[in-house]
């Protein structure tokens, strides 16, 4: 499974190339091409996503859904329903910003603990977002090939599915594997309860360590105000005895 996701996202970077290297020519001349592609990793993701195991997050319903509408698309544009560039642009701009903004996930906003994954996740959703933002505003500013710009969205799309495909792990049938599937299961809950006995033991004891010192300086200050009220009474004391 991982290995189709990666061959489909590497046609969907070649088919974006080939926009790029040719630019001049309107899309409706490069639209059945580029329908094509949508229509086959649109199949594969949809494939991926129902037969592929992915972890807790749910991986698997997102590629689905991503898959089915990029299969709609492309039975769109090889239908000949996109008559024209400037419609083309728009579809993809939407299409860009739509999943740059679905894909983006709320962890990724702690900087300080992302990994090199989480930044490469954000930095692809950054690039989607000023892609489609971009498009809406092309014939006003810098006046770009649409095929140009229809290419560079589709490496974008392309790079985040080939970055995608490596969450994939191959699906095993379950009668088979099942029980060894349940103990390496069983075995990585153990290590998460051990982990979280020792934090736990990390903590009671850190804990019993500042009791420890709150204690002890209690106890310090209770001298400190006794050797002061003896210090007053002794003072009290000569007063009367010089009176």
């Given at each position: ?35 094509l592609i949508f229509i086959l990793l ?21 590629i689905a859904k991503d898959g089915f ?175």
């Amino acid at each position: 499974m991982r290995t189709l996701m990666m061959i489909a996202s590497v046609a969907m970077i070649g088919a974006g190339i080939f926009c790029v290297a040719n630019a001049s020519a309107a899309f409706l001349s490069v639209a059945f091409v580029i329908g094509l592609i949508f229509i086959l990793l649109g199949a594969f993701e949809i494939l991926i996503g129902r037969r592929a195991d992915f972890d807790v997050s749910e991986t698997g319903v997102g590629i689905a859904k991503d898959g089915f509408l990029m299969l709609i698309f492309g039975i769109v544009i090889v239908s000949g329903q996109v008559t024209d560039d400037n419609s083309a642009l728009m579809m993809f701009a939407l299409w860009m910003l739509i999943e740059g903004v679905l894909a983006f996930r709320s962890e990724w906003l702690d900087i300080m603990e992302s990994d090199a994954d989480q930044r490469i996740g954000v930095t692809l959703c950054t690039l989607m977002l000023i892609a489609g933002g971009y498009m809406f505003f092309n014939n006003s500013t810098l006046r770009l090939s649409q095929t140009l710009l229809i290419g560079i969205c589709m490496i974008i799309l392309g790079l985040r599915r080939f970055w995608q495909s490596f969450s994939i792990e191959y699906s095993r049938p379950s009668f088979v594997t099942g029980n060894e599937e349940k103990l390496m299961e069983a075995q990585e809950d153990e290590k998460r309860a051990l982990a979280k006995a020792k934090e736990g033991i990390r903590e009671q004891k850190n804990a019993q360590r500042r009791i420890a010192k709150i204690k002890a300086d209690m106890a310090a200050e209770q001298d400190i105000m006794m050797s002061a009220a003896i210090t007053r009474q002794e003072r009290e004391a000569e007063r009367e005895m010089e009176e």
